[in-house]
């Protein structure tokens, strides 16, 4: 079967690796779509994702597909059932695990980063990972499950309620994410501050947005009760809590470079009441992603930029392609 895979920093080849055979507990996916996201950067680049990927390995944590096979343990999926796969898989043993959160967990492992993912036709998981893909959510848009639960996480450690006033700092496709996802969560108000003037608009003109700011030229009031920074630069973070009215609640989504700092007022941390929030990977968060996707009331699809072969997969990784915001790759 085709696969691509990474065979060092920066290495990438198309080989034809024999199509896996499923252990009892597990599920032989045939790929319909992966996606690449900020993970697959730092993979490629020979730095961690949620976890450490030891080349040779077929990334493609965000992916769905088709079940070709399943082994005989297996219960609840049949050949044919439409599927996307939560990459992250728990020890279930370890203190984290044993406290209910098992996104901290320290065994972790990750289908498209410790074993072969969804950049090929044919890839396995355990079948606790695997969750059906309802009729109303494309194939293509289940491949955006994965990203879509790392918001939900996010979303879901705050307190939301509607007399909120929210703003998302990103024009990514994370941080258009996170804007129908606060509509979704009953935010009554979303304001989105980001640098590209037509995703901005975009926001504005399809998704509820109310004010937009273009921070390359725009102040940012410090109005608001909820502010979900998704860029991960010192400057944005800085942004995010400067942002803030009294009692607010800053969500510190981006990732930034390991030994990334950023200047903040403690004084202001103190007076204004604030919480200052981390939020890493989705544990359990994928039931919530499919029914809203299911439900339209979050719509992925104007946001895929990209879809691509995986021949074209090294050049994305590159940044030789321009403009991606989301790139999905078919593979056939
Ligand atoms: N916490 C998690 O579990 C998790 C999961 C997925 C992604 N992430 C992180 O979320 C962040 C966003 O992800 P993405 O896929 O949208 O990334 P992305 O690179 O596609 O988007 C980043 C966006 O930030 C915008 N931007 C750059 N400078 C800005 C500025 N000064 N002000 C406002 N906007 C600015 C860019 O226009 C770009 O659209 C990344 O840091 C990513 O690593 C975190
Ligand atoms: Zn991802
Ligand atoms: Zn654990």
Same mark, same amino acid.
């Given at each position: 079967m085709k696969s691509l895979v990474l065979?060092?920093? $920066?290495k990438m080849e198309i080989q034809d690796l024999q199509k896996p055979t499923p252990k009892a507990d597990e599920v032989l996916v045939n790929t319909k779509y992966a996606g690449i996201c900020g993970t697959d950067h730092a993979l490629y680049n020979g730095l961690p994702g949620s976890a450490n990927a030891v080349p040779p390995i077929v990334l493609g944590h965000e992916n769905s597909g088709i079940v070709a096979a399943v082994g005989s *343990?297996?219960?609840g999926f049949k050949v044919g059932d439409r599927v996307t796969v939560d990459p992250n898989i728990y020890c279930g043993k370890c203190f984290y695990c044993r406290t209910g959160?098992?996104?901290?967990? *320290?065994s972790l492992s990750a289908v498209g980063v410790t074993r072969n993912g969804g950049l090929e036709e044919y890839f396995t998981a355990p079948s606790e990972v695997v969750y059906h893909l309802p009729d109303e959510v494309s194939l293509k848009a289940g491949a955006t499950t994965e990203p879509l639960s790392c918001a939900v996480h996010g979303v879901q450690l705050l307190k939301l309620t509607p007399y909120q006033k929210a703003l998302v700092i990103g024009d990514g496709f994370m941080g258009q994410l996170f804007v129908q996802l606060l509509g979704a969560y009953g935010v009554h108000q979303v304001d989105l501050a980001g640098i590209i003037d037509d995703k901005l608009q975009l926001n504005k003109d $399809?998704?509820?947005?109310?004010n937009i700011y273009n921070t390359t030229r725009d102040k940012i009031p410090s109005d608001y009760d909820v502010v979900i920074e998704a860029v991960g630069l010192p400057q944005t973070q800085e942004e995010a809590v400067e942002a803030t009215r009294k009692g607010a609640q800053v969500l510190m989504f981006g990732v930034g470079k390991p030994d990334q700092h950023f200047q903040m007022n403690t004084y202001e941390v103190y007076q204004k009441q604030l919480t200052i929030q981390g939020s890493f990977i989705n544990p359990r968060s994928f039931e919530d992603s499919i029914a809203l996707l299911a439900s339209g009331k979050v719509n992925v699809e104007p946001l895929i930029s990209h879809e691509l072969g995986l021949e074209q997969v090294a050049d994305v990784l590159e940044g030789k392609?321009?403009?991606?915001?989301k790139a999905v790759v078919k593979i056939d």
């Open positions: 065979t060092g920093t $920066k *343990d297996v219960k959160r098992p996104e901290l967990c *320290d $399809k998704f509820g947005v109310t392609v321009a403009g991606v915001s």
